[in-house]
């Protein structure tokens, strides 16, 4: 009689239980979000095998017995390219993963034995994880919706720094001959809105972040559309024109005026809101990935530069009662991580530093999600490590060091210099104290890749499901 009740009972429990979960990963492009994928996706499949997750107690106790990939549900998304990156990475010489330009997915179910044994508990439980990517510039769009066209075109920091007004002077000097008031040319509408994305992706490729419209970066499957073909007046705050809000907002709908602001407000209701209606709404935990030692290794405009970028981009996760997305929908993501990636570009010895940097880049939102009672935690990690740590005695002194292979195929062992705790000051700029090569992967024969604190990322986003 017994056996018939508890089976029907645990299975139940099983259909009862929380058994799936939304994780996404995001960052702005560079900061590691395929390699973390990658990973990812790499360890839960050989957990229970090969993969080192010591930091995963559903791993370390020998309950996590695999991952198997299934059909993702929404047929709308590209699906992760896992494929294709592991055969990058198995490579001769190994390459690093294609990174993925726009929203992509990748559906995985988790065989694993519940740490509580009973006999309403099964003795084997599945978890069906859905893993998103997509590009952090993306949120950098969040703040355009609380702008009009004007308050939006004031608000662009364009004029903020040398390098950055440089790389934008040839468009700045032609925008700023265009009259507001004048009938609108849609050639030269189109001409000017690419180079305007052509300057933002120049000032992305110098290492800068704090980007407006984020779809000109990262147009996905934008590309081309008239969608895209607005930029700001940056004239607006000047006396140059009779540019008064109220005289701007009476202009006919012919007038270049009235084109950019509806092309703008288009951008904002028909591309903007749908990701965050669609998508990001439904996530239930999400990891942030930040490359700082790369803002690091670019210098201080840069750094500065990514420091803005990130609060902006932060707001996306601030629930607090007047946030802004919580005035739109009610976002569930009830658990964050934040990363500092690439760790193996520096020595062990400064992985305490990284993250104690990356907080102190973060004050400010942390604080905020903390008071918005969200559980965030911050780490560092190497989603694929690429160097070894090794020591080098240097007139009887020991000291640590890096052995990689550069990207330019050069066997090189170094000490990149050592991460400041907080926020570097100005001598440490001048002493010009960090300065590292890009590694290529490791060649490998094991099927899990190595990794630096992947498990400890792992146990925070998913951990408390796997008991
Ligand atoms: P995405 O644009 O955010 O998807 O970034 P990617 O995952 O493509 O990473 C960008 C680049 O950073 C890669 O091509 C690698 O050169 C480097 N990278 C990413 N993850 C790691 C890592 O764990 N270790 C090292 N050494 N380099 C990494």
Not at 173 to 181: K, N, T
Not at 342 to 351: C, E, L, R, S
Not at 413 to 442: E, H, I, N, S, T
């Amino acid at each position: 009689m017994r056996q018939p009740l508890s089976r029907e009972l645990s299975n139940l429990l099983e259909r009862g239980r929380d058994r799936q979960l939304r994780l996404a990963v995001t960052g702005l492009s560079q900061a590691g979000k395929t390699a973390f994928l990658t990973s990812l996706v790499n360890q839960l499949r050989h957990a229970g095998v090969e993969a080192r997750l010591d930091l995963l107690p559903a791993a370390r106790e020998g309950r996590l017995l695999g991952a198997q990939r299934l059909n993702q549900p929404d047929l709308g998304v590209p699906r992760f390219p896992y494929d294709p990156g592991m055969a990058a990475l198995r490579d001769t010489p190994p390459r690093w993963p294609e990174p993925t330009r726009g929203i992509s997915e990748l559906r995985l179910q988790l065989r694993y034995r519940p740490a509580r044994s009973g006999w309403l508990t099964p003795e084997i439980a599945h978890l069906t994880l859905d893993l998103f990517d997509y590009p952090g510039e993306w949120l950098l769009d969040l703040p355009l919706l609380q702008h009009d066209f004007y308050s939006w075109s004031q608000a662009q920091a364009l004029h903020e720094g040398e390098q950055r007004r440089g790389l934008f002077s040839e468009w700045l000097a032609a925008v700023e001959q265009l009259d507001p008031a004048g009938e609108a040319d849609e050639a030269q509408l189109a001409a000017l809105a690419e180079e305007y994305a052509q300057g933002l992706r120049r000032a992305k490729k110098a290492g800068f972040s704090d980007l407006q419209p984020g779809r000109f970066l990262l147009p996905g499957e934008l590309e081309g559309a008239p969608v895209l073909q607005f930029f700001p007046l940056p004239q607006l705050d000047t006396s140059q024109h009779n540019t008064s809000r109220e005289t701007l907002e009476a202009l006919p709908a012919n007038s270049l005026y009235a084109t950019l602001a509806a092309r703008f407000r288009y951008y904002q209701q028909q591309v903007v809101k749908p990701f965050y209606r669609d998508h990001f709404r439904r996530f239930d935990r999400q990891i942030v990935l930040v490359d700082v030692l790369g803002a690091l290794n670019a210098g201080p405009e840069r750094f500065e530069d990514l420091s803005r970028a990130l609060r902006q981009l932060m707001h996306s996760f601030d629930y607090g009662q007047r946030s802004l997305l919580t005035r739109l929908f009610a976002p569930k993501i009830d658990r964050l991580a934040i990363a500092a990636t690439k760790a193996d570009h520096v020595t062990p010895d400064q992985h305490g530093h990284l993250v104690q940097l990356l907080e102190a880049l973060l004050a400010e939102p942390l604080k905020d999600l903390r008071f918005a009672n969200v559980p965030v935690k911050a780490l560092s990690l190497a989603a694929i490590r690429a160097t070894e740590a090794r020591e080098v005695t240097h007139e009887g002194k020991r000291s640590p060091a890096l052995r990689g292979t550069t990207l330019e195929n050069e066997e090189v062992l170094v000490y990149p210099g050592d991460v400041p705790a907080r926020l570097p000051a100005a001598d440490f700029w001048q002493q010009q104290g960090f300065d590292f090569p890009g590694f290529r992967p490791m060649q490998t024969t094991s099927e899990a890749l190595d990794h630096i604190r992947m498990d400890a990322a792992i146990d925070w986003l998913i951990g408390d499901k796997l008991t």
